[in-house]
Nanobody, 113 residues
Framework: QAQLVESGGGLVQSGGSLRLSCAAT????KGWYRQAPGKQRELVAV???????NYADSVKGRFVLSRDHAKNMVYLQMTNLKPDDTAVYYC???????????WGKGTLVTVSS
């Protein structure tokens, strides 16, 4: 069954760090998005067809996306976290045909000031 499973969220103080993980089954992971309370879901970091990763301006220099091809997992290392980073973080991916897009259930990150 195709699925994406996120983990690693939690409560952290401002300036702290967290590492999120996304494990994929039968899917190709495309990247991370987040949705803060009362706001629309937004891009955080997405993989491109090349070696680059596109980051939202708000996280550049603080978040780093990495991947483990052998495990079909993607990680989001988040440093210098700010209260504005508080959101549910979602992993996003496509099936191998590229025709269908999938979301994980999300993992909550809460940054206290």
């Amino acid at each position: 069954q195709a699925q994406l499973v996120e983990s690693g969220g939690g409560l952290v103080q401002s300036g702290g760090s967290l590492r999120l993980s996304c494990a994929a089954t039968g899917l190709i992971i495309k990247g991370w998005y987040r949705q803060a309370p009362g706001k629309q879901r937004e891009l955080v970091a997405v993989l491109t067809d090349g070696p680059e990763t596109n980051y939202a301006d708000s996280v550049k220099g603080r978040f780093v996306l990495s991947r483990d091809h052998a495990k079909n997992m993607v990680y989001l290392q988040m440093t210098n976290l700010k209260p504005d980073d508080t959101a549910v973080y979602y992993c996003n991916g496509d099936d191998f045909t590229g025709s269908n897009n999938y979301w994980g259930k999300g993992t909550l990150v809460t940054v206290s000031s």
